[in-house]
């Protein structure tokens, strides 16, 4: 590695060294969120994948069916399914949401209407769903398939735990697998599938995908909280919509009296006013919640380092085991 | 045919031929809508499912597969894929068209919010999608891919048609092939295709499904102005949401003064009120736009009754021929 790659992170140097198939990757996401015949399709589609998304979870599928040697054409089709899988729940996601802003951006909702948030996201699901039939592959159909469910299931599932204080932290896990976890699980399972890797193999990229995806929400939930304003999300709008995130629920095991009436008010009842982001985190503070998720974070960061093992070594491992430990650098 | 069954109307004949296959279908369709973990999933899919729904497009998987003398397992699996890519759609549907009642009860939307309806849309989506990668056919899978692209198609074109005067017959039909006959013609074709039927009787159960889909919405967008209340429809609703059906495209296309005032107030600007209904009947019937609507359908239900000649003869072929002769009796 040279000294100028050096500097760069983890997520850059896997797209400088696999440049090429992410410009495939591009081309062929560009030509396929076209429609002929309803020119808002591509105005929404192309306000938000142009937005700037790092195409974390295409450049897994790649990393993956590339570390397993794989030499065929079909590693860019999975890589565009999943980022309008990816897209697809984004912008369903913003209407479930409510959002106003996303990547820096107002929402597609907010600049069109919910209307063809719906639509355009079941338009690029459809379209993911041509393009992973065209590999004619029927383990990475089945993989993907079950991977939506799942999606669709965990999104339920935070929809019906939100407001409700009893909410546990398994649910949290199940809910994070559903909404992050999966498709990153996905996305380098199909690329040891269709690379043809070894069945330990494809069981580690698998697992390693898993925990990536779990560290990386468990650390965007704790940035949510302990966060600045320089990362462009809007800081507290988890307590705003009241959801059960890890640092919520553990601050809530160890609420008693005023507290827990205040987590009762903000997250049960919704009545959040302009000093309780701050007076959460302090409540979180006393009580270890933050330090104690992004040690929960780090944990799984590790989880997704060592699972690597049976991966054929080269510097693509080691630039996936670096990204594990990156997801979890930003809470450092 | 006995005396009995010749008093009953197509489907339920077909319902009857087909009971035992309807009955394998609804143990799927309930098996499949469960969630382990989500109990808002089952409950607002049991609402809609559960409804009274006739499961046409079921009928029409088993029918095709049946008529080309399927005796495998997978039909079932591909008419509950119907069924549930049907359901899906519904949901969102009410949710684009902000709808409060579908087959005489509160839509969900209303009974839950707009988010379940939403996020239950896209898991029935993922399921119908599980369903069908279990048929190992890898062309039922393109075949259902493509559907799903053209619904979602459709439905964006009908949003983006909605309101503008200026819309031609043209759109209209993509729109109506989009929102009905796309999953009518998968439905017979994927019948045909786990059958293993020649490919002009594929193509021919194709064509059908495509024409019966076209009469049918044809129909159905004629008694929005020209049905009693008694058919359950909310009478009116296409011209308060201002859709560009065919009877309004062709009262347009005649309107001059007052009358395209009449449609520039309703349709283009969704100012509404008590009159606007009986209003926009009597230009209907003054320009015939009914009576040549009726006579579109009534021509692409003969044109589906046609296409048949290639299929099996039996009596699931006659009872499809007298199904595409109900679906515009309704508006003799």
């Given at each position: 590695m040279s000294l100028d790659t050096a500097a760069l992170k983890p997520q850059e140097r896997l797209a400088s060294r696999l440049a090429d198939d992410l410009e495939a990757v591009n081309a062929m996401i560009r030509a396929r969120m076209a429609s002929d015949h309803a020119p808002r399709i591509p105005e929404v589609t192309a306000h938000l994948i142009e937005a700037g998304g790092k195409r974390l979870r295409p450049m897994l599928t790649l990393a993956a069916a590339r570390a397993c040697g794989y030499a065929g054409p079909y590693h860019v089709h999975l890589a565009a399914t999943v980022e309008f899988i990816h897209t697809a729940t984004l912008l369903h996601d913003d209407v479930v949401d409510e959002s106003r802003q996303r990547r820096g951006r107002p929402t597609a909702n907010l600049l069109w209407d919910n209307k063809s948030s719906v639509l355009v996201g079941d338009y690029l699901f459809a379209r993911s769903f041509q393009l992973m039939v065209e590999t004619g592959n029927l383990r990475v159909l089945d993989i993907l398939a079950d991977a939506s469910a799942t999606i669709a299931e965990g999104e339920v599932l935070q929809l019906t735990a939100a407001r409700n204080l009893a909410t546990g932290e398994d649910t949290y896990i199940r809910i994070v697998r559903g909404k992050t976890a999966a498709l990153f699980s996905a996305a380098t399972r199909v690329g040891a599938v269709i690379a043809g890797a070894a069945p330990a193999v494809e069981a580690a990229l698998f697992a390693y995908g898993d925990a990536l995806g779990i560290a990386f929400q468990i650390a965007d939930d704790l940035l949510d909280y302990a966060?600045?304003?320089?990362?462009?999300?809007?800081?507290?709008?988890?307590?705003?919509?009241?959801?059960?995130?890890?640092?919520?629920?553990?601050?809530?095991?160890?609420?008693?009296?005023?507290?827990?009436?205040?987590w009762e008010r903000t997250i049960a009842r919704g009545q959040v006013?302009?000093?309780?982001?701050?007076?959460?985190?302090?409540?979180?503070?006393?009580?270890?919640?933050?330090?104690?998720?992004?040690?929960?974070?780090?944990?799984?960061?590790?989880?997704?380092?060592?699972?690597?093992?049976p991966v054929p070594p080269g510097d693509l491992r080691d630039m996936l085991s670096d990204l594990a430990g990156y997801v979890v650098s930003r809470i450092a």
């Open positions: 966060g600045t304003d320089a990362i462009g999300k809007n800081r507290g709008d988890d307590l705003r919509e009241g959801k059960l995130t890890l640092p919520v629920i553990r601050a809530i095991a160890r609420a008693e009296g005023t507290e827990r009436a205040f006013t302009d000093g309780d982001v701050a007076e959460a985190h302090a409540l979180m503070t006393r009580h270890g919640a933050l330090e104690s998720t992004g040690d929960t974070a780090r944990d799984w960061a590790a989880r997704a380092q060592a699972t690597l093992e």
